[in-house]
Structure formats: C-alpha cells, structure tokens
C-alpha cells in the first residue's frame, strides 16, 4: 500500500492536512501574539516579549518554524517597525529627592 493509507485501506491524507493547518495556525497565533505584546502591551508584557523575540533563539526559532516563517528575517522586520525597549526598568536615573 501507498503511504496516504493505514493498513485498513482507509486514507488518512485529510487527517494529517488538518492536523497540520492546525499547528501553522496555533504558531502563527503564538507569533502574533508576541509581536502584539511587543509593540502594544503592558511594560511587563512587552519585556517578555522582547526577550522571546529576540533573546530566546531556541524556541523562537521553533516557533516561526511551526508557522513557516524565517526567524531571522522576521526579526529584521520587527526592528524597523518599532524599536526594544529597555530592559533595566522605567527608571534609568534616579529621582532627586
């Protein structure tokens, strides 16, 4: 038998096309969500963000594998849209009392 059906004969193909479409889907949320919070998110949010972004090769890269994306390019994109913050906190000086 070919190797688009199970031993029953049965095929499978649309099994694992939607199982498929669904992982790209679910990586691609998990990618947009983190470039939302990047740009838009609470402080909090966006420091994490940043730090998977840009920081977090590993599973970045995993990532935009999922949703077929190249995680360096994608990184270059982001940058000229918008900057990184600064990871130290608010504060960089401190207040005069």
């Avoid at 199982?19 to 740009?39: F, G, P, S, Y």
């Avoid at 966006?46 to 994608?74: H, K, M, V, Y």
Wanted: aromatic share 8%.
């Amino acid at each position: 038998m070919e190797g688009n059906f199970t031993q029953a004969g049965t095929s499978y193909q649309s099994e694992v096309t939607e199982e498929c479409i669904a992982e790209h889907r679910l990586w691609t949320a998990v990618i947009t969500l983190a470039v939302e919070d990047w740009r838009s998110g609470s402080l909090r949010a966006r420091r994490e963000a940043q730090r998977f972004i840009f920081e977090n090769e590993s599973d970045f890269s995993r990532a935009c594998a999922g949703a077929g994306l190249d995680p360096t390019s994608l990184r270059g994109k982001l940058l000229k849209i918008g900057r990184k913050i600064e990871m130290e906190g608010p504060w960089t000086h401190p207040l005069a009392a």
